[in-house]
């Protein structure tokens, strides 16, 4: 006998509505990360605040400013100069060729002046700071690349975003000429751009971000409410929820997966503009660290969940461990009564509304996991031992209320009589 049609109907509904949930939840992520890191000032310069002590990053701005001041001493003339000077007060010939060839060398340490107090500048707050402030000036660096809007010492052209180190220039100038390398003063006015990030596709994700940034947090709710509905349509929806958790887990595998390959891909294939491979890797991983977690969190919640639906379910293993640890906690609980230590009335409530108690305890752990700002992995694995933990102690309770009952239920013993 084939099915009704409205069985057929409900259940291509409920598999379509969790086939899109599935895709979606890593969508749901990627708009999470936007809108709460990419389009906001404060969370984003906290989180490249401390690339300004990155060695990488500190590398190449050392690298950057000392070419970006580009203190030019012309070595065999000084030293030409001066071994003339010191042949006219009468020094011996072979001592004034001795002084000629120190040109290469006078160039050597005016060039080791410069790396030196440039590494100076980088390694102190000052530098630090002038990170920190030029990123918050710019609102923040990924807008700039993801909407080609904004001003400031970080900006993009060309899929290219750079920050400006012209104070940092500046300084170093200023340090120099303080030290007695006087050709310092005339540092020209070059480009002082530290290329940060460069990618041809950033121009083609504004239109995405920008639709992204719109929906904001509000996609979230929308996948979640999608896949309740997949699940409630299903006719069998413990096994709907086990197979979405999975689901939803694996598709935000699969992006983990593809973050990982297009970490190696850009890297492996940088545009000339970036002058260190090492920084662009450091502000790679910096910017897109929240979405690595978010993602992992997904994976582990969606295991978790499908775990939970199948012990709950009607298996053989999930039935062998329920019953192993209601005989636990029986055996526990009569024990604990043998020695006096009783849950009395609190032990009795606790076995006849247990159900609904654990149904709640699993409300409030779900509820401290939505309004928890950012979780992680970590803070599953801790919701879940809080949530095992409270229903070990239900399970306690209710055997001793168990316990309680058989015993009042049990007639005392009757006296024997003498005669």
């Not at 906001?40 to 001041?69: E, G, H, M």
């Not at 300084?171 to 310092?184: F, Y």
Request: aromatic share 6%; net charge positive.
């Amino acid at each position: 006998m084939s099915p009704p049609p409205g069985r057929i109907v409900r259940a291509t509904a409920s598999a379509v509505l969790i086939v899109l949930t599935c895709i979606l939840v890593p969508v749901a992520l990627l708009t999470v990360w936007v809108h709460d890191l990419v389009l906001d000032t404060d969370r984003y310069v906290s989180t490249v605040s401390p690339l300004a002590t990155d060695p990488a990053i500190q590398d190449a701005a050392v690298n950057r400013i000392s070419k970006a001041a580009d203190v030019r001493v012309d070595g065999n003339k000084a030293a030409a100069e001066l071994a003339g000077w010191l042949h006219s007060q009468g020094l011996p010939p072979r001592a004034t060729a001795a002084v000629r060839g120190l040109g290469p060398q006078i160039d050597s340490a005016a060039n080791s002046a410069v790396t030196k107090i440039a590494t100076r500048i980088v390694h102190s707050d000052a530098f630090a700071t002038v990170w920190t402030n030029a990123n918050r000036r710019a609102h923040n660096a990924v807008v700039h690349a993801l909407t080609g809007q904004g001003r400031g010492a970080v900006g993009v052209s060309d899929g290219t975003v750079t920050l400006d180190v012209g104070t940092a220039v500046d300084q170093l100038k200023q340090q120099l000429v303080a030290a007695g390398l006087s050709p310092a003063a005339k540092i020209p006015d070059v480009n002082k751009q530290l290329v940060l990030f460069q990618s041809d596709q950033l121009a083609k994700m504004r239109k995405g971000a920008h639709a992204l940034d719109v929906i904001g947090n509000w996609f979230p709710v929308l996948v979640v409410l999608i896949g309740a509905a997949g699940v409630f349509l299903a006719r069998r929806r413990r096994r709907a929820l086990a197979r979405t958790a999975l689901g939803a887990a694996f598709a935000c595998l699969v992006v983990a997966i593809v973050l990982v390959v297009a970490r190696h891909y850009y890297l492996d294939h940088l545009p000339h503009q970036v002058q260190s491979k090492s920084a662009a890797a450091a502000v790679f991983d910096t910017l897109l660290h929240f979405l690595r977690v978010s993602l992992r969190t997904a994976i582990v919640l969606g295991v978790v969940i499908a775990l939970g639906a199948y012990l709950i379910g009607p298996g053989r293993l999930p039935m062998a461990i329920r019953s192993t640890s209601e005989r636990t906690a029986d055996s526990a609980a009569t024990w604990a009564y043998a020695h006096e230590v009783r849950t009395g009335k609190v032990g009795v409530w606790a076995q006849t509304y247990r159900r609904w108690i654990a149904l709640a305890a699993l409300l409030i752990v779900a509820l401290v996991f939505a309004l928890w700002n950012h979780p992680t992995a970590l803070t599953i694995v801790l919701l879940c031992l809080v949530l095992l933990a409270v229903l070990a102690l239900l399970a306690l309770l209710a055997a001793g209320g168990r316990a309680t009952q058989a015993a009042e239920r049990t007639p005392p013993p009757q006296p024997h009589d003498a005669s």
